[in-house]
């Protein structure tokens, strides 16, 4: 009983915190409407190559100031024990990861990966076989933060299970902070995948507004790196309930729906508008000239005792 009731004591100073400062960093780290921009863990582990390492920096180089760079070796198997993960993710306030391996049995490893509540969700292996890094293309590079436009290609991104997680988990890495608007001179860097053949080619560009001769620029696109060929290894993939567990969003941010609104295919937005019933005979119609009718025929039609008749248009 003794020891239940330590637990239960240590349960409560640990919701309660003591300072003003600790209660500052919970509410920090607490859930919010609006989650603040994802950051990543980029370590190595305990075996890596001159390979494996320089790549890390340069995905390092894209991912900053979002990021956390672990110089130090750290000896851990993501696919067999993930606690040191979660262990770190804690720390750092991170909720995605890359983690940088190399063994005979599988050499130049990346495992790109998401946590959901401080737990591993998903997890993808992927083996670089082709790398160029930032500093064999020499070329001037985007500043340091600039968001991204990411641009996906081929079939199986869009049929393949593990390749649609693939891509979700790619944007997720690299899409940045989220902006509410968009400068067209700000839309400089270009990160392309292509998936093909059983491989994923990963491109970096700059994107150059040329002259055209009107108001639109012409665009080009020039190779920064790093560039990637990697081979689909390994895959943790969270279950289907789990998954849409992670994607659920709280009620105050969910658009309230409005009567009689609907959108087509387009995004065109259409609108229903209800009206009372309406009397016709009260009904006041637009009068043309060339429907009047003449005095000495109006007065013929009342002698004869017919209805009115509508006058011919004179051309």
Do not use: W
Not at 54 to 73: E, G, M, R, T
Not at 146 to 175: C, Q, S, W
Not at 232 to 256: G, I, M, V
Not at 259 to 276: E, L, P
């Amino acid at each position: 009983m003794e020891t239940i009731k330590g637990i239960s004591k240590l349960l409560l100073s640990l919701q309660k915190p003591k300072t003003k400062r600790s209660k500052r960093f919970l509410e920090n780290r607490g859930p919010k409407l609006t989650e603040d921009v994802k950051s990543a863990m980029i370590m190595k582990g305990g075996n890596t190559s001159q390979m494996v390492t320089q790549a890390l920096k340069d995905i390092y180089s894209l991912k900053k100031p979002n990021a956390v760079l672990y110089k130090k070796k750290n000896i851990t198997r993501p696919f067999e024990d993930s606690t040191s993960l979660e262990f770190f993710s804690k720390k750092t306030d991170c909720s995605l990861f890359l983690f940088g391996s190399h063994n005979k049995k599988r050499p130049n490893n990346f495992i790109f990966g998401r946590l959901f509540d401080f737990h591993v969700l998903d997890m993808i292996e992927l083996g670089i076989e082709k790398y160029v890094s930032l500093s064999e293309i020499k070329t001037n590079k985007c500043p340091e933060g600039t968001k991204p436009m990411l641009v996906f290609a081929g079939e199986p991104f869009e049929t393949d299970h593990e390749y649609k997680r693939l891509k979700n988990l790619l944007i997720d890495f690299f899409r940045g902070p989220t902006v509410p608007a968009v400068r067209l001179s700000g839309l400089e860097h270009v990160l392309h995948f292509t998936a093909l053949d059983g491989k994923i080619f990963m491109r970096s560009y700059r994107c150059l507004l040329k002259k055209s001769g009107c108001r639109t620029p012409r665009i080009e696109l020039e190779e920064i790196g790093p560039s990637f060929d990697f081979v689909l290894r390994r895959t943790h993939l969270a279950s289907e309930d789990l998954y849409k567990l992670a994607h659920k969003q709280p009620k105050a941010l969910k658009p309230k729906k409005k009567k009689n609104i609907s959108h087509d295919a387009f995004g065109t937005r259409f609108g229903r508008v209800h009206m009372q019933k309406q009397d016709l005979s009260k009904l006041r119609t637009r009068k043309m000239k060339g429907l009047r009718k003449r005095k000495g025929e109006v007065a013929a039609e009342e002698q004869d005792g017919q209805a009115p008749k509508v006058a011919k248009v004179e051309s």
